[in-house]
Every structure is written in structure tokens, then in C-alpha cells.
């Protein structure tokens, strides 16, 4: 089974973006469509395809604390 390793939690990036007009994007986190003012939420690969795809507009990029 796969570990959370602390040190990649602290690492984490949260990312601004807002689901693209004539979209619903549905947040894995809560299970609830993406508002459309936008959202902040962690950076994850489900995250990164929806904007590869064009159904969310990245709005801002923020790196937490202790980051590199």
C-alpha cells in the first residue's frame, strides 16, 4: 500500500482555478460541482487534466510554506 509521506504534504501547491463557462466540474474532495466564482484546492493530477482539457481556467498558483 502506498504511504502519505509528511514531508510531500508540506510540499503541496494550492492552486486558484474556476471551472470554464458551460462547464460543471465536479471537486473529487466534496463531491460537489467546482463553484463558478472558483475555488482554491490542492494541485493534483485530476486537477492538472481538467485544466489540460480546458473545463478549468487556472486563476493562481500558490506554494505553502516551507516549500522549495
Known amino acids: 500500500s502506498r504511504r502519505l509521506n509528511p514531508e510531500r504534504l508540506k510540499m503541496a501547491n494550492i492552486i486558484q482555478i474556476k471551472p470554464v463557462e458551460g462547464y460543471v466540474v465536479t471537486d473529487p474532495a466534496t463531491m460537489q460541482p467546482l463553484p463558478e466564482e472558483g475555488a482554491s ?3 493534483s493530477n485530476y486537477w ?6 480546458g ?5 493562481q498558483t500558490t506554494a505553502k510554506k516551507g516549500a522549495k
Open 41 to 43: 484546492v490542492e494541485w
Open 48 to 53: 492538472q487534466r481538467r485544466i489540460n482539457e
Open 55 to 59: 473545463a478549468v481556467e487556472l486563476l
